[in-house]
């Protein structure tokens, strides 16, 4: 069993709409987790960090932890165009000065 | 906003050559990292490396691969012997005590041929 799963999509939704992203972890060891936006030939981006079950919002993002799933989420609200990027999930073991593993990531194209 | 330098953008070279991927980190960073992409393929960890030594790699990171700080402010990934295999994005990061979450550079798209 991969260590993070991810679809890779492509996902594609209206202007407006309100995506879900996902991702499932084997390792119960994972504790802290991101969601990096990665756009064509570009390096990925920090969105959100996370490191408790429950959600944590920023704007027009929020994401979303269960540990007792092992599953964790990232929604868009009223998404954008500029939206249209892959989004990557990542973890960790331990915060600060620690390696991460990534999922595959999920290609959103949020059409006008 | 600060960021990570990555240099140079795309670069070609003959299998078997050696490469090095240059990088200046943020500033203020303490704890710097290679990771690599293979295309369609998932983001991978190279290397970390913090008081200029490595602190860890990952099994891709063999004798073939090699990490320097040659001053204050420059980060390098050398490969000495370039495989078509080793064709990917490799993306350097940074990280400063206390943050959250790495930053990212462009990163140099390795063109083995």
Not at chain 1, 29 to 37: L, S
Not at chain 1, 87 to 109: E, H, V
Not at chain 2, 32 to 43: A, D, E, N, S, T
Request: aromatic share 14%.
């Amino acid at each position: 069993q991969k260590e993070v799963e991810q679809d890779p999509g492509p996902l594609s939704v209206p202007e407006g709409a309100i995506v879900s992203l996902n991702c499932t972890y084997s390792n119960s060891a994972f504790q802290y987790f991101m969601w990096y936006r990665q756009y064509s030939r570009k390096g990925p981006e920090l969105l959100m960090y996370t490191y408790s079950s429950g959600n944590k919002e920023d704007g027009r993002f929020t994401a979303q932890v269960d540990k007792s799933s092992k599953y964790i989420s990232l929604f868009i609200r009223d998404s954008q165009p500029s939206d249209s990027a892959t989004y990557l999930c990542a973890m960790s073991a331990s915060s600060g000065y620690s390696t991460l593993t990534f999922g595959k990531g999920t290609m959103l194209l949020v059409s006008p | 906003e600060p960021e990570v330098t990555q240099t140079p953008s795309h670069q070609v070279t003959q299998m078997g050559q050696e490469v090095i991927l240059r990088c200046v980190p943020i500033s203020n960073h303490l704890y710097f990292y290679w990771y690599r992409q293979i295309l369609g393929q998932k983001v991978e960890f190279l290397v970390s490396f913090y008081n200029n030594e490595i602190s860890e790699k990952s099994e891709i990171f063999d004798d073939q691969f090699s990490v320097e700080r040659p001053d204050g402010s420059n980060f390098t990934l050398k490969i000495r012997s370039t495989k078509l295999e080793d064709s990917a994005m490799y993306f350097c990061a940074s990280e400063s005590p206390g943050s959250y979450g790495y930053t990212f550079g462009s990163g140099t798209r390795l063109t083995v041929v």
